[in-house]
Nanobody, 125 residues
Framework: QVQLVESGGGLVQARGSLRVSCIVS????????MGWFRQAPGKEREFVAA????????YYADSVKGRFTISKDNAKNTVYLDMNSLKPEDTAVYYC??????????????????WGQGTQVTVSS
């Protein structure tokens, strides 16, 4: 059974920075592509960032490109999302997800078969 646990969310001022982390247990993390998604109140869950199995190929939503960076540490079974120049519209619950069926970075939500419980990120203006 693959389990994902996010951490690192919190309250930050606009233009600030924050790192969220996701540690994965079970399965073979080094073969998985990983993604980050977010869901704001009253909105659908949306794609944020993804990386392939070794973290070298990355893919971002236009809304975060140039501000957010996804990285993957296979030795630590952890994927990170570094968020810079945060905006109030980045406020959401952030979820990490694992695609255990492909090592390619994907932005499609249904590609992911395991999800974490989410961590709240709040950006104040």
């Amino acid at each position: 059974q693959v389990q994902l646990v996010e951490s690192g969310g919190g309250l930050v001022q606009a233009r600030g920075s924050l790192r969220v982390s996701c540690i994965v247990s079970g399965g073979t993390f080094s073969t998985y592509s990983m993604g980050w998604f977010r869901q704001a109140p009253g909105k659908e869950r949306e794609f944020v960032a993804a990386c392939n199995w070794n973290g070298k190929d990355t893919y971002y939503a236009d809304s975060v490109k140039g501000r957010f960076t996804i990285s993957k540490d296979n030795a630590k079974n952890t994927v990170y999302l570094d968020m810079n120049s945060l905006k109030p519209e980045d406020t959401a619950v952030y979820y990490c997800a694992a695609n255990t069926n492909s090592d390619v970075a994907m932005g499609l939500i249904y590609s992911y078969d395991y999800w974490g419980q989410g961590t709240q990120v709040t950006v104040s203006s």
